[in-house]
């Protein structure tokens, strides 16, 4: 099969690679209906990341189940199935106690960027829905495996509660869907900080009240002008560089709490800054597991639409046009129909 493989910085191929198989008896194989392209994806397409060797990418995905192993018990061939990016076996103490990124048998998703993929600590990790979905819910149920899970683990961090005031740092799509998952918590009022237009609106269309486009020092400064000079409530952090992350601290107000979920790269917190800032901080890569019925009874009874952030779809064998559109913002995120 074909599948998407970066071999350098801005060297990303669609090519022939062997098709996924059963190593051990807890994986599954699926057939994807969608997959889709991730802004953490960005950090080695941009160098900014490490690549020693060639990588095959994709972490996000949801399909049909064509093959399980000896020991799967809960999902079966021909079941529609939406998965975590995060593997994990969901029965560990650190799987109980709901965080699921943390599990002690952790592992990544990858190879997702093609048409089928082998899904290890299938238990643990998949869901299956009742029914095959209507095609119109594929984007939004593509959307639990990260985008979403992955928001909505940063205002659950965040400590989101109904009439709080909401500040979320980054406008790409984790910080809006940051934003939607701060209105479904019962947030009185959130400030999207965005300086591109057609993610303001998206933000405001998910439930933003307010927009800053102001970034750094100044940023932190409306936000306390917003705020009656006592900062947000709660702070989702979503970008992962030392500015983004000190933008966050700074405009929470003390004993607020910032959920961070962006992947830190550069970032340095000094021992003092945080002793006397006061503030709670919660992050890391999202618990999605944790959240996945929850966001999939939402979707499926289309209380929410999540699938609204992928806002240019490609051909599989067109990844690269993605990869390049993102880059170069001229899209929000990809989708890609396989």
């Known amino acids: 099969m074909k599948a998407t493989v970066l071999h350098a910085p801005g ?44 990588m095959h990418m994709g972490h996000e995905y949801c399909g049909t189940v064509i093959e399980v192993g000896s020991a799967v018990t809960s999902v079966r061939p021909g079941q529609f199935v939406v998965g975590s990016f995060v593997l994990s076996d969901n029965t560990c ?44 819910l594929i984007p939004s149920l593509l959307a639990v495996s990260d985008v979403l899970g992955t928001g909505w683990y940063a205002a659950d961090a965040a400590r989101v509660q109904p009439g709080s005031t909401v500040a979320v740092v980054g406008d790409g799509a984790v910080g809006i869907m940051g934003v939607l998952a701060a209105k479904q918590m019962g947030a009185e009022r959130i400030i999207a900080m965005s300086r591109h237009k057609s993610r303001q609106d998206l933000a405001l269309e998910y439930g933003a009240t307010d927009i800053v486009t102001e970034r750094g020092a100044e940023g932190v400064a409306r936000i306390r002008e917003l705020t009656g000079h006592v900062g947000a409530d709660s702070v989702l952090e979503c970008v992962g560089t030392d500015e983004s992350m000190h933008q966050a601290i700074d405009c929470a107000r003390p004993g607020g709490s910032i959920g961070f979920v962006g992947v830190p790269h550069g970032v340095e917190l000094a021992g003092d800054y945080l002793f006397f800032a006061q503030k709670n901080l919660l992050g890391g890569p999202a618990p999605v597991r944790r959240f996945m019925p929850h966001l999939l009874d939402l979707v499926l009874s289309r209380k929410i639409n999540p699938g609204k952030v992928f806002d240019l779809s490609l051909p599989l ?5 993605g990869y390049r559109a993102m880059d170069e913002r001229r899209a929000i995120k990809t989708l890609l129909r396989v």
Request: hydrophobic share 35%; net charge negative; glycine share 6%.
């Open 93 to 136: 103490p650190h799987c109980r106690h709901g965080f699921q990124s943390s599990c002690e048998q952790r592992e990544f998703m990858t190879g997702a960027q093609a048409p089928y993929a082998r899904v290890p600590l299938a238990d643990g990790t998949l869901v299956a829905l009742d029914s095959q979905p209507d095609d119109d």
């Open 11 to 54: 060297d990303v191929r669609f090519e022939d690679v062997a098709e996924p198989q059963i190593l051990k008896p807890t994986d599954a194989i699926i057939r994807l209906a969608a997959t889709c392209i991730c802004g953490s994806d960005l950090w080695p397409f941009r160098g900014l990341q490490p690549l020693d060797e060639p």
């Open 317 to 321: 064998e067109d990844v690269a046009e």
